[in-house]
Protein backbone atom coordinates (compact mmCIF):
# COMPACT_ATOMS: atom_id res chain seq x y z
CA UNK A 1 0.00 0.00 0.00
CA UNK A 2 1.25 3.56 -0.92
CA UNK A 3 2.96 5.05 1.99
CA UNK A 4 4.61 8.11 2.67
CA UNK A 5 6.55 9.22 5.94
CA UNK A 6 7.52 12.50 6.45
CA UNK A 7 10.91 13.17 9.23
CA UNK A 8 13.20 15.86 9.69
CA UNK A 9 11.29 18.14 11.84
CA UNK A 10 11.75 20.31 15.38
CA UNK A 11 12.40 23.31 16.69
CA UNK A 12 14.67 25.73 14.95
CA UNK A 13 15.79 29.64 15.58
CA UNK A 14 14.55 32.29 13.14
CA UNK A 15 17.42 32.44 9.76
CA UNK A 16 18.49 29.30 10.35
CA UNK A 17 17.56 26.31 8.19
CA UNK A 18 16.38 22.66 8.12
CA UNK A 19 15.87 19.61 5.67
CA UNK A 20 12.72 17.81 5.22
CA UNK A 21 12.69 14.22 3.91
CA UNK A 22 9.63 11.88 2.60
CA UNK A 23 10.07 8.26 2.41
CA UNK A 24 7.71 7.09 -0.16
CA UNK A 25 6.79 3.02 -0.60
CA UNK A 26 4.17 0.92 -2.36
CA UNK A 27 4.37 2.85 -5.95
CA UNK A 28 6.95 4.03 -8.24
CA UNK A 29 8.44 7.17 -7.28
CA UNK A 30 9.59 8.80 -10.29
CA UNK A 31 6.38 8.37 -11.99
CA UNK A 32 4.55 10.75 -10.56
CA UNK A 33 4.57 14.70 -9.02
CA UNK A 34 4.76 15.38 -5.67
CA UNK A 35 4.37 18.19 -3.27
CA UNK A 36 4.62 19.96 0.08
CA UNK A 37 1.61 21.28 2.08
CA UNK A 38 1.72 22.71 5.48
CA UNK A 39 -0.75 23.77 7.91
CA UNK A 40 -0.22 26.55 10.91
CA UNK A 41 -1.58 25.74 13.85
CA UNK A 42 -5.23 25.99 13.54
CA UNK A 43 -4.78 27.64 10.29
CA UNK A 44 -5.80 26.13 6.89
CA UNK A 45 -3.90 24.18 4.61
CA UNK A 46 -1.24 25.93 2.40
CA UNK A 47 0.29 24.84 -0.78
CA UNK A 48 3.88 25.02 -0.95
CA UNK A 49 6.16 23.67 -3.33
CA UNK A 50 5.70 21.47 -6.38
CA UNK A 51 8.35 18.67 -8.30
CA UNK A 52 7.43 16.71 -11.76
CA UNK A 53 7.92 13.42 -11.32
CA UNK A 54 11.47 13.75 -13.33
CA UNK A 55 12.46 17.05 -11.95
CA UNK A 56 12.20 19.23 -14.57
CA UNK A 57 9.52 21.31 -13.06
CA UNK A 58 9.48 22.92 -9.87
CA UNK A 59 6.84 25.52 -8.71
CA UNK A 60 6.97 27.52 -5.35
CA UNK A 61 4.25 29.57 -3.20
CA UNK A 62 5.48 32.84 -2.91
CA UNK A 63 5.54 33.28 0.66
CA UNK A 64 8.51 30.71 0.22
CA UNK A 65 9.82 31.61 -2.89
CA UNK A 66 13.97 32.35 -2.74
CA UNK A 67 14.54 30.37 0.61
CA UNK A 68 13.22 27.19 0.34
CA UNK A 69 14.29 24.32 -2.00
CA UNK A 70 12.33 20.89 -3.19
CA UNK A 71 14.10 18.07 -5.46
CA UNK A 72 13.76 14.27 -5.36
CA UNK A 73 15.62 11.48 -5.49
CA UNK A 74 13.77 8.62 -7.45
CA UNK A 75 16.58 6.04 -6.42
CA UNK A 76 15.99 6.21 -2.94
CA UNK A 77 12.13 6.68 -3.30
CA UNK A 78 12.46 10.20 -1.25
CA UNK A 79 10.85 13.71 -1.36
CA UNK A 80 13.25 16.36 0.16
CA UNK A 81 12.51 20.06 0.79
CA UNK A 82 15.51 22.18 2.09
CA UNK A 83 13.95 25.04 4.20
CA UNK A 84 16.45 28.37 4.48
CA UNK A 85 15.85 31.71 6.58
CA UNK A 86 13.19 30.00 8.19
CA UNK A 87 10.93 32.48 9.75
CA UNK A 88 8.01 32.18 12.77
CA UNK A 89 5.30 32.52 10.12
CA UNK A 90 6.89 28.71 8.90
CA UNK A 91 5.52 27.18 11.93
CA UNK A 92 3.32 24.75 10.59
CA UNK A 93 3.13 20.71 10.16
CA UNK A 94 4.41 20.07 6.74
CA UNK A 95 2.96 16.97 4.69
CA UNK A 96 4.23 15.29 1.35
CA UNK A 97 2.01 14.28 -0.87
CA UNK A 98 1.44 12.33 -3.85
CA UNK A 99 -0.39 13.97 -6.98
CA UNK A 100 -2.52 12.08 -9.27
CA UNK A 101 -0.72 12.70 -12.60
CA UNK A 102 2.91 13.26 -13.28
CA UNK A 103 2.79 16.71 -11.89
CA UNK A 104 -0.02 18.87 -10.95
CA UNK A 105 -3.49 16.85 -10.28
CA UNK A 106 -5.45 15.87 -7.07
CA UNK A 107 -3.43 14.67 -4.06
CA UNK A 108 -4.56 11.43 -3.60
CA UNK A 109 -2.16 10.16 -0.82
CA UNK A 110 -0.66 12.33 1.67
CA UNK A 111 1.98 11.34 5.22
CA UNK A 112 0.93 11.88 8.68
CA UNK A 113 3.01 15.17 8.69
CA UNK A 114 6.30 16.59 10.34
CA UNK A 115 6.04 19.28 12.56
CA UNK A 116 8.33 22.47 12.53
CA UNK A 117 8.38 24.85 14.78
CA UNK A 118 10.03 28.28 14.28
CA UNK A 119 11.47 30.04 17.44
CA UNK A 120 14.26 31.57 19.79
CA UNK B 1 -2.29 33.02 -8.46
CA UNK B 2 -5.62 31.58 -8.21
CA UNK B 3 -7.48 32.94 -5.46
CA UNK B 4 -9.60 30.03 -3.96
CA UNK B 5 -12.99 31.05 -1.71
CA UNK B 6 -14.97 28.16 0.57
CA UNK B 7 -18.21 29.45 2.24
CA UNK B 8 -19.32 29.42 4.89
CA UNK B 9 -16.02 29.05 6.72
CA UNK B 10 -18.24 27.37 9.61
CA UNK B 11 -21.72 25.04 9.42
CA UNK B 12 -23.56 24.28 12.03
CA UNK B 13 -26.11 20.95 11.27
CA UNK B 14 -27.40 18.32 13.27
CA UNK B 15 -27.44 14.05 12.10
CA UNK B 16 -29.27 13.42 9.19
CA UNK B 17 -29.03 16.81 7.48
CA UNK B 18 -28.30 17.73 3.88
CA UNK B 19 -25.23 20.36 3.90
CA UNK B 20 -24.00 21.93 1.03
CA UNK B 21 -20.37 23.75 1.02
CA UNK B 22 -19.52 26.44 -1.94
CA UNK B 23 -16.34 27.32 -3.46
CA UNK B 24 -15.48 30.25 -6.02
CA UNK B 25 -11.91 30.76 -7.81
CA UNK B 26 -10.99 33.92 -8.88
CA UNK B 27 -10.71 32.41 -12.28
CA UNK B 28 -12.18 29.86 -14.55
CA UNK B 29 -10.38 26.32 -13.69
CA UNK B 30 -12.51 24.71 -16.02
CA UNK B 31 -13.29 21.61 -13.68
CA UNK B 32 -9.88 21.46 -12.51
CA UNK B 33 -10.95 21.17 -8.65
CA UNK B 34 -10.72 18.32 -5.77
CA UNK B 35 -12.13 18.61 -2.20
CA UNK B 36 -10.65 16.79 0.88
CA UNK B 37 -11.71 16.18 4.75
CA UNK B 38 -10.00 16.85 7.16
CA UNK B 39 -10.00 15.95 11.07
CA UNK B 40 -7.87 17.07 13.61
CA UNK B 41 -4.41 15.50 14.05
CA UNK B 42 -5.14 13.92 10.34
CA UNK B 43 -3.69 14.45 7.20
CA UNK B 44 -6.22 15.22 4.54
CA UNK B 45 -8.43 12.66 2.80
CA UNK B 46 -9.11 13.04 -0.89
CA UNK B 47 -13.30 12.78 -1.22
CA UNK B 48 -13.70 14.46 -4.88
CA UNK B 49 -11.47 15.11 -7.77
CA UNK B 50 -12.42 16.85 -11.41
CA UNK B 51 -15.07 18.76 -9.51
CA UNK B 52 -17.58 15.31 -9.48
CA UNK B 53 -15.61 12.55 -9.84
CA UNK B 54 -15.88 10.14 -6.15
CA UNK B 55 -12.55 9.25 -4.76
CA UNK B 56 -12.54 5.14 -5.13
CA UNK B 57 -13.66 3.97 -1.66
CA UNK B 58 -15.32 7.42 -0.73
CA UNK B 59 -19.15 6.77 0.42
CA UNK B 60 -21.25 8.10 -2.42
CA UNK B 61 -23.30 10.81 0.00
CA UNK B 62 -20.19 13.15 -0.91
CA UNK B 63 -21.15 14.47 -4.29
CA UNK B 64 -19.28 17.49 -6.16
CA UNK B 65 -20.58 19.85 -8.97
CA UNK B 66 -19.95 22.93 -10.91
CA UNK B 67 -16.90 24.22 -13.39
CA UNK B 68 -15.46 27.42 -14.54
CA UNK B 69 -15.42 29.81 -11.31
CA UNK B 70 -18.20 28.19 -8.92
CA UNK B 71 -18.73 24.68 -7.26
CA UNK B 72 -20.25 22.84 -4.83
CA UNK B 73 -20.05 19.93 -2.33
CA UNK B 74 -22.80 18.17 -0.99
CA UNK B 75 -23.06 15.84 1.88
CA UNK B 76 -26.35 13.99 2.18
CA UNK B 77 -27.14 12.23 5.55
CA UNK B 78 -24.52 13.80 7.76
CA UNK B 79 -22.86 11.12 10.31
CA UNK B 80 -21.58 11.99 13.38
CA UNK B 81 -18.40 10.81 11.50
CA UNK B 82 -18.51 14.23 8.65
CA UNK B 83 -18.34 16.03 11.48
CA UNK B 84 -14.77 17.91 10.34
CA UNK B 85 -13.20 20.43 8.65
CA UNK B 86 -13.31 20.21 4.38
CA UNK B 87 -11.25 22.32 1.09
CA UNK B 88 -11.11 22.69 -1.77
CA UNK B 89 -8.29 23.06 -3.69
CA UNK B 90 -7.62 24.17 -7.51
CA UNK B 91 -5.01 22.01 -10.04
CA UNK B 92 -5.82 23.79 -13.14
CA UNK B 93 -2.40 25.11 -12.79
CA UNK B 94 1.52 23.40 -11.12
CA UNK B 95 1.02 26.40 -8.40
CA UNK B 96 -1.99 24.54 -6.66
CA UNK B 97 -4.33 26.81 -3.85
CA UNK B 98 -6.61 25.63 -1.37
CA UNK B 99 -10.06 27.09 0.05
CA UNK B 100 -9.74 28.40 3.79
CA UNK B 101 -11.91 25.90 4.70
CA UNK B 102 -15.37 25.13 6.19
CA UNK B 103 -15.76 23.71 9.45
CA UNK B 104 -18.41 21.67 9.66
CA UNK B 105 -20.16 21.35 13.50
CA UNK B 106 -22.70 19.84 15.72
CA UNK B 107 -25.99 21.67 16.12
Redesign the interface.
Known amino acids: QVQLVESGGGVVQPGRSLRLSCAASGFTLSSYGM?W?RQAPGR????VA?I?YDGS?I????SVKGRFTISRDNSKNTLFLQMNSLRAEDTAVY?CAKA?YT??????Y????TLVTVSS | ?IQMTQSPSTLSASVGDRVTITCRASQSIDTWL?W?Q?KPGK????LI??ASSL?SGVPSKFSGSGSGTEFILTISSLQPDDFA?Y?C?Q???????????TKVEIK
Do not use: I, M, N, R
Open positions: HVGLEWVSKYYAEYKGTGQLDWGQG | DAYQAPKLYKETYQYKTFSQTFGQG
